[in-house]
């Protein structure tokens, strides 16, 4: 009897109404984020909007005051929803190495004996808007990971476009979320100036009123003071993280290559220019999901190899542009926490009188959720006896310039 993805599935995920809904294995603070969103709406409805709208407005206008905060926290909510509950674009696994990749070399062994070795080279290249951009090889996946996508350690899972897992919404934000994230953050902005604004106009109107100090018109109604102190520092959450993803979205990165771009001055290859970053993330259609949860698994499962190896704009010209020719210097995509682990490590190495027994504890928890390799590959790589590859291979099968720039064996031993 065969069961359904969802039921088998390898990633830390949580699914709810037999694989409708996903999540991530941190979901649990969902219902938490929702109380910090609730209970201040709450307050503001029964202590502040309503006596706004007994005392101070016609009732129309009284009555909108209260409708607008209701309506608001309900699209907020929906935002939160679709951003946390669905698949932010993972892609799905595959069931064995691809092929068609795997390099048999026979190799001097260190005691001299002719010994034959499986790799498959850690990297390779891909073109996008006509600039070679290098992907790598995501041993839990076992998949070469598009341009930008990584792999979340907290979901164990490969999302395309990763910006960051986000432990408040509970899920990664990826390619198909990150606009209901962004327009939930900055909606979240919107309501907590509303509910500071119409909480200070209360304040006032109190004040107007009685005739009386602000002191007393605080006095006179606490839940105003509590919620005007409340959304202040929830503004400077939310609308510092609204303003960020405003920078990113208009020079196109996501909050994980700001992070690399900045420490390693890489160019961004993606960014299309103002205008044009911001109809990408908000006017595209939203990806299709590449998983069905629902669906049975079945007995044999073919073998997924291939992956398209170009995300070239179609008619787009490579020769004649000089902003492209400048552009066309190599450009790394690791979106990977391995290089950052091996640099880690290779500067902690460096510090002098650092204790080496704690640096490993530190890289090793950097390592969790990675832990789930592929034995098959790794243990028949002969450490130490083979030399990095240099030389480009073109891949002529998939149609496209695949070049080999390192080998698997040659990552192992810089490790
Ligand atoms: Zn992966
Ligand atoms: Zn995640």
Redesign the pocket.
Known sequence: MAGRVYETWKGSNKFLFGGRLIFGPDAWSLPFTLLLIITPVTLFSVFVATHLRHEFFSNTAGDAILVVAILFTLFVLILLFLTSARDPGIVPRNLHPPEEELCYETTASTDGRQAPTVQIPRTKEVMVYGVPVRVKY?D??MLY?PPRCS?CSICN??VERFDHHCPWVGQCIGVRNYRFFFMFVSSATLLCIYVFSMSALYIKFLMDNNKGTVWRAMRESPWSVVLMIYSFISLWFVGGLTGFHLYLISTNQTTYENFRYRSDNRINVYDRGCSNNFRETFCSKVKPSRNDFRAFTREEPPRNTTLATTWERPGEEEEGSLELEERRQKVEDDLDIDEDVLKLQQRSNAEEGSDPAHQRVEIDQMRVGSSERAPTIRSEVRHGNLGARTSPQEDVTSGSLVRESRSYAAAEEGR
């Open positions: 995501c839990t996946c990971r792999h899972n490969c």
